[in-house]
């Protein structure tokens, strides 16, 4: 049986803003939560939220190895009272990090019965403890979400299984997970594929399987309605991992498939680093695709390992990436109900409960010094004149004329015929423009 657990970081002090030149690794150095930056403070940009599953389910294992985790608050059940004392730890862990936000599975939070019925109930005896500890802090919920591929039932997907039963069971288990993100107030509700997808297309009618997915999705739009929640929907893209082809594989084979299946107007995406690496992409691409289409709600804030294939999963740590991320967010005006959701893990080797501080940590300060570092890009102002510049010939004459759609092939071909030729083309200057990033970093 669980110790009721007084304080399960007892030796850790609420973390606080010392500044670049402290050597506490217990201390942010970058990150000053009510620092204004372009008008707004830090905490508001970056919106930082913890997940439940890795940072407090997640035992470090791996294919070749039990999990390392020490976590001296389980008590090595699964039961509901060993997970409403881990709600506490989460919570106590959270508090002190500074973290306003966190997101969760249903079955991060409470453990699976074994019939839906039970699910449902231990997860309502969960959910009042979140409730608690989130009235006690004033950490918000930034999303939920279903856990729709843990168990043997979703082995041939979810919503997209050949079995009818299995999408009535995930349907089931994603309105519960909605009804009980509703009520802890959560600001939006994640879809991310899981083992939406196939293994091999022998045995797979693709075509049935995404109008299922697209069903699934509209029964959400419906019983959100319903119940009145009036949270933000996302999809999260990923290219494979579990399954070989994941159907939601980038951010515009979502926005298509949005688009195809009528959903666009209901949902934006949630990105994340190591999907789109995964995908061929970096996540500022992704994460440009998604603004073009007024589309991108929030992010899975991690890192892959340049040498490894897999989704590793790693806390950010590098200022490059933390940049484009946080240019794309301010370019886009900031984020309204997403976050940065460090859907992160600590490596196998870092198991002791201290390197989860240290990891978030690592991660907020390096978001944080993004933020700085692109503001103060914007503020020189000379990368974005460059591009301004690079497309001059757009905003006046025969580009002006081409891009208001007053112009057709005569008349390009009338303009070419009386000049002759294009006007000669200028540098991109790449190099320039990376020594010019180089300046603020
Ligand atoms: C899996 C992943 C998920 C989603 C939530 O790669 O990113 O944890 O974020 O289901
Ligand atoms: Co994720």
């Known amino acids: 049986m669980a110790k009721a657990v007084k304080s399960a970081f007892a030796k850790v002090k609420p973390i606080a803003y010392e500044g670049p030149d402290s050597k506490n690794p217990l201390a942010f150095k970058h990150y000053n939560p009510e620092e204004i930056i372009e008008g707004k403070s830090m905490e508001d940009h970056l919106r930082f939220s913890v997940v439940y599953w890795h940072t407090f389910r997640n035992p470090l294992s791996d294919p070749f190895g039990a999990g390392t985790a020490l976590r001296p608050w389980e008590d090595g059940t699964d039961s509901v009272r060993n997970a409403q004392n881990r709600v506490k730890v989460a919570f106590e862990f959270m508090e002190k990090l500074g973290a306003p936000y966190y997101a969760f599975h249903d079955r991060d939070v409470a453990p699976e019965g074994a019939t839906l019925k039970q ?82 297309l022998y045995n797979t009618d693709m075509k049935r399987e995404l109008d299922h997915l697209a069903r699934l999705l509209h ?92 989704d590793t999963d790693q806390f950010p740590t590098d200022f490059y990436l933390t940049t484009q991320c946080m240019l794309a967010i301010l370019k886009m005006g900031g984020f309204t109900t997403g976050g940065v959701n460090f859907d992160a893990k600590v490596r196998r080797e870092s198991f002791e409960p201290i390197d989860l501080f240290h990891a978030h940590i690592g991660g907020m300060d390096a978001f944080a010094r993004g933020l700085r570092i692109a503001a ?66």
């Open 376 to 441: 103060a890009i914007r503020e020189d102002g000379r990368l974005e004149e460059f591009v301004k510049d690079r497309y001059s010939s757009w905003d006046e004459g025969i580009g002006a004329k081409i891009e208001s759609g007053k112009a057709s092939f005569d008349d390009c071909e009338k303009y070419m015929l009386k000049k002759g030729n294009a006007a000669k083309n200028t540098s991109g200057r790449q190099e320039y423009l990376e020594n010019l990033i180089n300046e603020f970093i």
């Open 119 to 200: 699910s449902n109930r231990n997860l309502d005896l969960v959910a009042k403890v979140l409730d608690e500890e989130q009235e006690r802090t004033g950490i918000k919920l930034l999303w939920g979400t279903a856990n729709l591929f843990s168990h043997p039932r979703y082995a041939h997907g979810a919503a997209t299984s050949c079995n009818a039963d299995v999408f009535a069971y995930a349907a089931s288990q994603v309105k519960k997970a909605m009804e009980v993100t509703h009520e802890l107030g959560g600001e939006g509700y994640t879809f991310w594929g899981g083992r939406e997808g196939y293994a091999t």
């Open 219 to 310: 029964m959400a739009v419906d019983y959100k309605k319903k119940i009145g929640f009036k949270g933000q929907f996302y999809i999260e893209p990923k290219p494979k991992e579990p399954t070989k082809h994941q159907y939601d594989s980038d951010a515009a084979a979502c926005l298509n498939f949005l688009r195809e299946y009528d959903l666009l107007e209901h949902f934006k995406l949630n990105l994340e680093t190591n999907h789109a690496t995964l995908a061929g992409h970096t996540m500022a691409h992704e994460m440009d695709v998604s603004i073009g289409a007024n589309a991108l709600g929030s992010i899975d804030a991690n890192t892959g390992d340049a040498l490894l294939g897999w």
